[in-house]
């Protein structure tokens, strides 16, 4: 069925790298997705969202970039820190009233 | 923080049982949507209340119920617990239903383990 997915459960980097974490998506008439943080023992936090209408959104150190023609999103964190070791998840938003997760990918900074 | 509170932390009950998981969304924030996140997965939608009525449901049994309060409280219900259902149970709300880009913030979660 369609759904939402991540290209690798795991990612790790050094401190103050940048990181790019990927997300497939297969439902072609989606027009909102939304990253999320979600920290041990907590719930998912916001980051970041984007429209289908735009490829390219950023935030405070954070990039979303969008690729329809692939299906393909991204989340790229500059200067990555230790604080931002987390799972994140990318979200489809499903017209009604639901979210779509993929499954996440686990991010571990060292310094 | 994001004012989303859920009780309890965390709960063990046996299989067969009934369980009640309650949420205290954000003030002002009218819809409340119900997931389910087993471990190592991403949440999966249960459904959305908005203003005290069923807004939508995921592919969830008729056991999975819920109710919400004119205080922006809610409640989770689930009978005849099985194993499967250990899992860590979202509440998630929204100032609106129904609209892409309205956000929703999550509360902490209440985990659940069922023997």
Known sequence: GESVGLHLPTLSVQEGDNSIINCAYSNSASDYFIWYKQESGKGPQFIIDI???MDKRQGQRVTVLLNKTVKHLSLQIAATQPGDSAVYFCAEWQAGT???FGKGT?????S | ???VTQSP???IKTRGQQVTLRCSSQSGHNTVSWYQQALGQGPQFIFQYYREEENGRGNFPPRFSGLQFPNYSSELNVNALELDDSALYLCASSRTSGRAGETQYFGPGTRLLVL
Do not use: K, P, Y
């Open chain 1, 51 to 53: 429209r289908s209408n």
């Open chain 1, 106 to 110: 686990t991010l571990s900074v060292s």
């Open chain 1, 98 to 100: 639901a979210l779509i």
């Open chain 2, 1 to 3: 923080e994001t004012g």
């Open chain 2, 9 to 11: 932390t965390h709960l």
